[in-house]
């Protein structure tokens, strides 16, 4: 029955995003597959533990997502400056969301190869992770500020300053590796002399990050329209509460 009230229009953006996740999950498994069983083995008189590279077939694609995110964020954090819109701020809603659900994908998927390489969970001298952890924070600090703090237009205004602060973070966490080398290995998306990236590797890099797009486009398209009918749905409370008061 609740389908039926909702009428076409508004069941297919969600048959459409649930399409989408569906596309883009089975892509994510068959990604993972192909890094575990198809990708060659690295040299092992250069890495400590060669076969848990592999982990880089989900934990790149989630890096490179999460900054899909983070633009989404960016863009609605300065949508909603310029134009004050209720669109741009559901942009900021389903950036901060996405931003933090990708980013504790690559703040969890590291740690695991890093304990397995390195030794240790995790480096505090390395540019990259600790840029990205912070990206993360951001999307958090977002995302508890939305959910605990009073929605007007103040708040607003600081959560997308906020907003507009992470995304200063993505091109320094891009290019970290390429700034200030540690333990944490170089941009793999370019294949060169100093990264000899194997074709296999990079094409199912990219069959990842594709199906990780998919994954984030379903979300989107779910979250934008949750939001939006919450928005509603609040403005007809609000409507009600005053009808309620005139008589």
Same mark, same amino acid.
Request: net charge negative; proline share 5%.
């Given at each position: 029955m609740h389908d039926d009230l909702l009428g076409p229009s508004m069941r297919h953006p969600r048959s459409m995003a649930i399409a989408s996740i569906a596309l883009g999950s089975i892509g994510v498994i068959i990604s993972a597959v192909l890094g575990v069983f198809l990708a060659p083995d690295v040299n092992p008189s250069q890495w400590r533990a060669p076969e848990a590279y592999r982990i880089i077939f989900l934990h790149v694609p989630f890096a490179w997502t999460s900054f899909l995110a983070f633009t989404v964020l960016f863009f609605g954090s300065l949508g909603w400056y310029l134009r004050r819109s209720e669109s741009s701020w559901r942009l900021v809603?389903?950036?901060?969301?996405?931003?933090?659900?990708?980013?504790?994908?690559?703040?969890?998927?590291?740690?695991?190869?890093?304990?397995?390489?390195?030794?240790?969970?995790?480096?505090?001298?390395?540019?990259?992770?600790? +840029?990205?952890?912070?990206?993360?924070? &951001?999307? *958090? @600090?977002?995302? $508890?500020?939305?959910?605990?703090?009073?929605?007007?237009? %103040? +708040?607003?205004?600081?959560?997308?300053? &906020?907003? *507009? @602060?992470?995304? $200063?973070?993505?091109?320094?966490?891009?290019?970290?590796? %390429?700034?200030?080398?540690?333990?944490?290995?170089?941009?793999?998306?370019?294949?060169?002399?100093?990264?000899?990236?194997?074709?296999?590797?990079r094409t199912i890099l990219l069959s990842g990050f594709i199906s990780m797009t998919f994954l984030f486009i379903g979300f989107a398209m779910l979250s934008n329209d949750l939001y939006a009918k919450e928005a509603d749905l609040e403005k007809e409370l609000k409507k009600l509460d005053l009808a309620e008061e005139v008589s």
């Open positions: 809603q389903t950036g901060s969301d996405l931003g933090l659900l990708f980013g504790f994908g690559v703040i969890t998927s590291g740690p695991i190869w890093g304990m397995a390489e390195w030794g240790v969970p995790w480096d505090w001298a390395d540019l990259r992770l600790n +840029t990205f952890a912070l990206l993360t924070a &951001v999307a *958090l @600090f977002i995302v $508890m500020a939305r959910r605990s703090q009073f929605d007007d237009d %103040t +708040t607003r205004d600081t959560i997308a300053s &906020v907003g *507009l @602060f992470g995304f $200063m973070l993505v091109p320094i966490t891009a290019v970290a590796t %390429t700034l200030y080398q540690k333990r944490h290995p170089g941009i793999v998306i370019v294949e060169s002399e100093n990264s000899g990236l194997d074709p296999v590797i």
